[in-house]
């Protein structure tokens, strides 16, 4: 039995390891980008490509996408010539950027009504997650299609949840953004208050790290924050997108966050200072500064 044949827009950090991922797990692939350089390491692993958007669409069963913000996502599934235009009846598009909640049930709709299932996906986990296809996966839309496409997620995955109906997914990642981004910055409170008492932040984690407190974030993170040693995993610049999706849905739905709305202050200003090509655990280096503010 031959394998879905599935389209790929989206060659950056996180997608082009994700389509070598699938290409060793036997599945046609045909890539699209803007620049014929993205796509060249692809085409020698063995990936078809296409001259547009609505071409992928149109010759293969499943279109996924992963691009950098809302606006991207929109023009490449909705805008003339984009992967709408080209899916027959019975595409399925799955949406694995990290993007609106809303927009993604706007889009959802949209597409249902040309017979277009689409599942939003969001992933966690960074660059080494997606070389190493161990991907947490959160994903949103009608059950059916995501016991469907579930190999295609088991090839770019470790752990794989379907969270609910359309825009579920985007919940649960925009849920994962204010958890990590909040956490790096009591990591680095934590550090502040550790070394102004004398005391080794080193020593002060190892401890932590055997208790309660324990953290992925504190492990990784932590340790840049000890090092001082900010070379992107996940930029700053996109984690300050991802806290402003959260910001924006919290106000559709009349709530008041306010960790959420300190940490965004502090991702504003690591960005504005010129820091977004920084790992977003850099924040530290905010928290730093404004500790010593008089």
């Known amino acids: 039995m031959s394998k879905t044949s599935i389209g790929w827009v989206g060659t950056g950090i996180m997608g082009r390891p994700m389509v070598h991922n699938l290409l060793r797990a036997?599945?046609?692939?045909?890539?699209?980008?803007?620049?014929?350089?993205?796509?060249?390491?692809?085409?020698?692993?063995?990936?078809?490509t296409a001259t547009s958007l609505s071409e992928i669409s149109a010759g293969t069963d499943v279109s996924i996408v992963m691009v950098a913000d809302t606006p991207d996502m929109l023009e490449v599934i909705t805008a003339d010539g984009g992967l709408m235009d080209g899916a027959p009846s019975g595409h399925t598009i799955i949406d694995m950027s990290t993007v609106s909640p809303t927009r993604t049930r706007y889009v959802s709709e949209q597409l249902q009504a040309r017979r277009i299932a689409m599942l939003d996906a969001p992933v966690s986990g960074g660059e080494v997650g997606a070389i190493e296809g161990t991907l947490s996966i959160m994903v949103g839309g009608p059950e059916e299609v995501f016991r469907e496409m579930r190999p295609i997620f088991d090839v770019l995955g470790g752990q794989v949840r379907h969270i609910g109906e359309s825009g579920a997914g985007q919940v649960a990642k925009a849920c994962n953004q204010l958890l990590v981004a909040q956490t790096m910055a009591a990591v680095a409170e934590a550090y502040l208050l550790a070394q102004a008492s004398g005391v080794s932040r080193e020593r002060v984690r190892e401890a932590l790290l055997g208790g309660f407190a324990y953290s992925r974030i504190l492990e990784v993170h932590g340790e840049r924050m000890l090092n001082d040693d900010y070379q992107p995993g996940f930029k700053a610049e996109l984690h300050y997108k991802d806290?402003?999706?959260?910001?924006?849905?919290?106000?559709?739905?009349?709530?008041?966050?306010?960790?959420?709305?300190?940490?965004?202050?502090?991702m504003e200003e690591l960005v504005n200072q010129g820091d977004g090509e920084l790992d977003s655990a850099a924040l530290a280096k905010i928290v730093g500064q404004r500790a010593k503010a008089p």
Not at 26 to 48: C, D, N, S
Not at 243 to 266: F, Y
């Open 243 to 266: 806290l402003h999706i959260v910001a924006q849905e919290a106000r559709i739905m009349g709530l008041k966050l306010p960790g959420s709305e300190a940490v965004l202050d502090l």
């Open 26 to 48: 036997g599945y046609p692939v045909t890539a699209y980008a803007r620049r014929r350089e993205q796509l060249e390491p692809l085409i020698e692993a063995g990936a078809q």
